[in-house]
């Protein structure tokens, strides 16, 4: 997530950058609040018989938001309040997506910045090789895109009658442990079945790498290569994965200490009652429930206490919303 902050005017300029990003607006954007975009509106002509539609064109648009839905992207519904002055002050949706700039206006809480700002950190490094039986290249990308390597294969041909694909792997398995050291993920891709051979030969020699790595398969080699697994969303999942483990690891933490009755509460009022005792460490939210325990986690914010959103879309989510949507982990135990 792109964004800047005007609080003294309770101003946000916000760009989403993946799916999760507009799933956070979702969260956030609530009815009240007054957001700016550019969106299409359709262009009418009179006729004699009453107005035709005859087109659509861009325009810049501010909305009362009275309705946000999620579907395959964000739809934020409500008043104009804003508008060019040829464009009517009726009713209007606004569509949100990864790339949408938005202007986003309204009273915003600590838990809210801390997330937005959250989602703006930089990515963690992924190496990425993308090969075939010719040609291998590695790219880091962490911000930005960096090619860090070309590699020439043998082909298909064979010197002396001895392969030399030992030789091309070796190459490339040296490279990329030489760049892997602060790197949690390795995405080999390539048309073929070379990337999967190259991946037996790590897994016997390098296996610290071969644990690192994620296989994919991809048309092309070199740049186009690269721009098709990008376009795929192949990296837009990796984070995903990342953080369904990170979530469902605080989940299976809250449980293990429910368990053992240790240092945990779960559902609304043991939870609150923690928080206004200062003594929740980690608050664990569903998003089926953060725009009603809004206040809560407000309250949570002002003890110290880290907030977690936990996605509803996975095991532990679905374990958690069954448990009333609201957990604590605690800094020590209270007697009631």
């Not at 190259?198 to 994620?214: G, N, Q, V, Y």
């Amino acid at each position: 997530m792109r964004s800047t902050f005007d609080l003294k005017h309770n101003i946000a300029k916000l760009t989403p950058e993946d799916n999760d990003d507009v799933w956070l607006l979702h969260d956030i954007i609530i009815p009240g609040t007054l957001v700016t975009a550019k969106t299409e509106r359709s262009v009418q002509v009179e006729r004699g018989d009453g107005a035709e539609v005859v087109g659509r064109r861009p325009v810049t648009l501010t909305l009362l938001v009275e309705k946000a839905e999620m579907a395959e992207r964000l739809r934020l519904t409500g008043k104009i309040v804003e508008a060019p002055p040829d464009i009517g002050k009726g009713y209007h949706s606004i569509d949100v997506k990864p790339g949408t700039f938005l202007t986003v206006q309204k009273p915003w809480k600590t838990w809210e910045i801390n997330k937005i700002r959250a989602a703006a950190k930089k990515a963690e490094p992924v190496l990425i090789l993308v090969m075939d039986e010719r040609d291998a290249d590695i790219w880091l990308l962490t911000d930005r895109e960096k090619h860090i390597l070309h590699i020439s294969g043998p082909g298909l041909s064979k010197a002396e009658g001895v392969s030399r694909k030992p030789e091309y792997f070796g190459s490339i398995a040296s490279a990329l442990k030489q760049h892997s050291g602060n790197v949690k993920h390795v995405i080999i891709a390539g048309p073929g079945f070379t990337r999967e051979e190259f991946a037996r030969f790590i897994a016997e020699r390098e296996k610290s790498l071969a644990e690192k790595t994620i296989l994919d398969a991809v048309s092309h080699t070199g740049e186009p290569g690269l721009v098709e697994l990008l376009r795929r969303g192949t990296l837009e999942r990796l984070k995903a994965s990342s953080r369904v483990e990170a979530e469902s690891r605080a989940v299976e933490n809250l449980l293990t200490e429910i368990g053992k009755d240790g240092l945990a509460v779960y559902g609304v009022e043991q939870t609150k009652q923690a928080i206004e005792a200062g003594a929740v460490e980690l608050l664990l939210v569903s998003d089926k429930r953060v725009r009603e325990l809004a206040e809560v986690m407000e309250a949570a914010e002002k003890t110290r206490t880290t907030v977690m959103i936990i996605s509803s879309q996975h095991a532990a989510g679905e374990r958690l919303l069954g448990m009333g949507g609201i957990g604590g982990i605690l800094r020590y135990q209270l007697k009631y």
